[in-house]
């Protein structure tokens, strides 16, 4: 990619499933959770929920937990908060550290856009070692995707740039970048994705520009390599 257009472009990242697996944030959670009935109770249920999981992907593997426990269903609350509020046992692949690297060096700016609560995507950011990043969090905005406000205040932060969103849900990430002109990129990654990449609505507006398979393919897909 040309250095010149990247000395002047806003590189604009979501954060589960492009920055690093959401299913290793699962697992970290399910081991959290394992440890802290263990604690409280003296059973372990660490096989049992992670085998759940595996072959209930959309399942929620908390009342499962609370059953195998022998605890009231009233207990999963906690349970949901604890794994919220569990520092993850998360990180980049070593490649994407260093393209981040890179990308702090050439890029005008790095931010990330991320829809989730506040405590549980700044402790996921920290065990990523990205809190020195600008960070806009839909909790802290009062709004998810698509709203356009965080993008807005980016165009705002550093004015007339080039930009450049990343993210992996075709329901929400891709409606606001296309709409102000952004270019939008997908990340598509088979069988690692929490998100569903299928939608049953026209895909225009909700469709990337540009579909990559890894973050390390970007500067070839926009052919400025």
Not at 101 to 129: F, P
Not at 146 to 158: G, S, V, Y
Not at 173 to 189: A, C, H, Q
Request: proline share 3%; charged share 25%; hydrophobic share 40%.
């Amino acid at each position: 990619m040309n250095q010149i257009f990247k000395s002047n472009t806003v590189l604009v990242l979501d954060l589960d499933d492009t920055l690093y697996d959401e299913i290793d944030y699962v697992f970290s959670g399910i081991q959290h959770i394992s440890e802290l009935i263990k604690k409280t109770t003296g059973i372990c249920v660490i096989n049992e929920l992670t085998a759940y999981r595996k072959n209930n992907i959309h399942s929620d593997f908390l009342h499962y937990a609370c059953e195998c426990a022998g605890l009231p269903i009233a207990a999963k609350d906690s349970l949901l908060w604890s794994y919220r509020l569990h520092e993850p046992n998360i990180k980049l692949r070593s490649e994407i550290f260093n393209w981040l690297s890179i990308c702090k060096n050439e890029y005008h700016a790095l931010a990330i856009l991320t829809d989730g609560r506040a405590i549980t995507q700044r402790l996921k950011l920290k065990a990523l070692g990205l809190l020195d990043l600008p960070l806009y969090i839909s909790e802290e905005w009062g709004a998810e995707k698509p709203n356009k406000d965080r993008f807005l205040a980016i165009q705002e932060r550093w004015g007339k740039k080039n930009y450049i969103y990343i993210g992996d849900n075709l329901n929400k990430d891709f409606i606001t970048p296309n709409e102000l002109n952004w270019t939008s990129i997908g990340l598509k990654r088979k069988d690692l994705h929490i998100h569903n990449q299928t939608i049953k609505i026209p895909l225009n507006i909700y469709s990337p520009k540009y579909w990559i398979e890894d973050l390390l393919d970007l500067d070839s897909v926009l052919n400025f390599s």
